[in-house]
């Protein structure tokens, strides 16, 4: 009996047999990371003679994932604003059991050391008297997973004239309750004349379960300076503390010509801000935001300004404001639009730290749905002896035909890799999947990019109109999918599962399945994908987002004579070259900030793939 005809009795037998009594739909932490964190320059080599000034400085409130190498050694910490809750500022450094290439330490569950965050050298050659002072904030857990009581975080210091490295400070996880924490703010004083030299260095370490994405601590606003005390705890800062969301509703993003005939009415009335207020009193804020449409020769508009607050020290301050702007077609198959906020420094008002006063959010309008904002957090598997179904509601706004589905798969020591699994398309029935629409055959990626979409191109294209479908899978046996689950956006009211016949609602943990349909083919414009399933084309782009270079690595080589086509956003050519190795470097100092088409084509095969490329300055 062939597979597809196996399918139709594993249906049957699902609903045949009872519900085990260990039978679930689970979510746990990563095995992989999104993104590597390694640099994709040589590590800069500093010395004693090449040292940082005080003051010493950091909120992590620029692009990710990887630390600032003009002040810091090392990539293994991943730098985010999406596992902490409620942070100083935009953007924290998150300490896991994942190393620089977002791998996980080792492959068993024992505790060990992992991340290491090191300062470079700082000139401390100061007396005692000046009064020095390193502060910080930290949060265990924040969204991630909770370090237990034999997990820790350490702050140690090192003189420039020995190797060794000093304990200083250090805090444990907890076994029980586990209850939700705000950041801490720590203070430790630097009076040891061992470490008032130049070429001192401090690091922050953790312990953690060495195979995956376990074990969280988060860490902001570091701050290392002169004439400071015990209580100098408050800083006339104001910031915000997480980046914009999608203004659309509902959806992340959706097809472009889905958008474009009602488009204020697909528009989000009202968009969430949150800001923060690091000094000791309430304060008022003028803000503002600019809407850019990118397709336009002159986009940039100031659509919106007004006094914010007050501000009260030391809390979150929420508001929701109305959309004032109107979107124009900008004739091209996709596009994308910039929308920046940002806090005012009118009137003179001081800030101690202008570059946690902006945050964008740049939404793409392409050829998919998404309910997700692309970053995984954790991974959502079946845990049942039989398999069972597993299906997301997508509502489409026109008539048109399903093409592609994407799946994030995210790697661990657990894999599915090879698995069969059925691609899966329902109708609504009573707010739950009703009528099976799709199925079809499909094999968990043995080699799939560090978590990263795959595309399944469907056998027989299904025409739906416009309305509500169940997009998901389904399994026979017990494997883990390791299917990304975005916790950061919560649709679980739209998640379901079937494990014996019967289909309950996902209420057990807020989040998004990290599923996209796809309504135009994946090669024909712009997609999230990273890779076409059936493409014998494997390669990867690196580092991604990219400042002047990034590189090409061809993993299977069929041919030597390949070609690249890089596209701006409107579908115009801006580079044309070929690839004459493996490995290529490609220069593009010359282009603007902003998401690009890379194209790849086998000359001899006119074979293409394509990935996008995120250009940030």
């Known amino acids: 009996m062939n597979k597809r005809s196996h399918f139709a009795l594993t249906i049957i037998a699902f609903l045949c047999f009872a519900l085990s009594t260990n039978a679930q739909v689970t979510t746990s932490p990563l095995g992989s990371m999104q993104f590597s964190k390694e640099v994709y320059n040589n590590q800069k080599s500093r010395s004693s003679s090449d040292t940082l000034s005080l003051p010493f400085f950091e909120d992590f409130s620029y692009p990710f994932p990887k630390p600032n190498q003009d002040r810091w050694i090392g990539t293994s910490v991943f730098i985010n604003s999406t596992y902490a809750l409620r942070p100083p500022s935009l953007g924290v450094a998150t300490f ?3 190393d620089s290439r977002g791998e996980p330490y080792g492959t068993s569950a024992n505790q060990g050391p992992a991340d290491t965050l090191t300062s470079c050298p700082i000139d401390l050659n100061y007396p005692a008297s000046d009064s020095l002072y390193l502060s910080f904030y930290y949060q265990p857990k924040g969204i991630g997973n909770y370090p237990e009581f034999v997990d820790s975080f350490l702050l140690e210091f090192k003189n420039p004239d020995d190797s060794l490295w000093r304990w200083k400070w250090g805090t444990k996880g907890e076994d029980f309750p586990q209850t939700t924490k705000e950041f801490l703010q720590v203070m430790v004083p630097i009076a040891d004349t061992a470490f008032l030299k130049k070429g001192f260095q401090f690091r922050f370490r953790n312990y953690a379960q060495e195979n995956g994405s376990w074990d969280h601590w988060h860490l902001d606003y570091v701050r290392l300076d002169r004439n400071r005390f015990r209580n100098d705890t408050s800083t006339v800062d104001f910031s915000f503390m997480y980046l914009p969301s999608s203004i659309l509703k509902t959806y992340q993003s959706v097809p472009l010509w889905h958008f474009l ?21 309430s304060a008022f804020k003028i803000y503002k935001y600019d809407y850019i449409n990118e397709s336009f020769a002159d986009p940039v508009r100031d659509v919106f300004t007004a006094s914010k607050g007050p501000l009260q020290p030391r809390q979150e301050y929420n508001f929701f404001e109305a959309v004032k702007y109107v979107y124009e077609d900008p004739g091209t198959e996709w596009t994308q639009y910039r929308l920046q906020h940002y806090i005012s ?4 008002d001081p800030d101690f730290y202008i570059h946690n006063d902006t945050a964008e959010y740049i939404q793409v309008l392409s050829n998919y749905y998404a309910l997700d904002d692309g970053s995984a957090e954790e991974r959502l598997n079946i845990n049942n002896n039989g398999g069972g179904f597993v299906a997301q509601r997508f509502d489409t706004y026109l008539s048109d035909t399903l093409k592609s589905i994407q799946y994030y798969f995210n790697k661990t020591n657990e894999t599915g890799a090879g698995q069969d699994f059925y691609i899966m398309v329902w109708g609504a029935g009573a707010n739950q999947p009703g009528e099976l629409l799709y199925s079809q055959l499909a094999e968990v990626p043995e080699n799939s990019n560090l978590n990263s979409f795959t595309t399944y191109v469907l056998e027989t294209p299904l025409y739906l109109p416009a309305g509500s479908y169940y997009i998901g899978w389904s399994q026979d046996t017990n494997f883990p999918m390791n299917l990304g689950f975005d916790r950061n956006i919560n649709h679980n009211d739209r998640i379901f599962y079937d494990l014996s016949g019967t289909w309950y609602n996902f209420a057990a943990q807020e989040g998004t399945i990290m599923i ?3 309504f135009r083919y994946p090669q024909d414009i712009f997609v999230s994908s990273q890779e076409i399933q059936e493409s014998e084309l494997s390669w990867d782009i690196y580092p991604n987002p990219s400042k002047d270079f990034f590189g090409i690595k061809l993993r299977s080589i069929h041919s030597n004579n390949y070609s690249l086509n890089i596209l701006d956003i409107t579908g115009r050519s801006v580079k044309v070259l070929r690839l004459d190795q493996a490995s290529k470097t490609i220069d593009v100092s010359d282009l603007h900030s902003g998401i690009y088409v890379v194209s790849l084509i086998n000359e001899d095969s006119g074979q293409k793939s394509s990935k996008k490329l995120i250009i940030s300055r």
């Not at 005939?261 to 009193?281: F, H, K, R, V």
């Not at 420094?345 to 003179?348: N, Q, R, S, T």
Request: charged share 20%.
């Open 96 to 98: 896991d059991g994942l």
């Open 261 to 281: 005939p009602q488009a204020i009415d697909n528009m989000d009335e009202n968009y969430y801000i949150s800001l923060a207020n690091l000094s000791t009193a």
């Open 345 to 348: 420094l009118e009137g003179g």
């Open 516 to 518: 996209r349909p796809l």
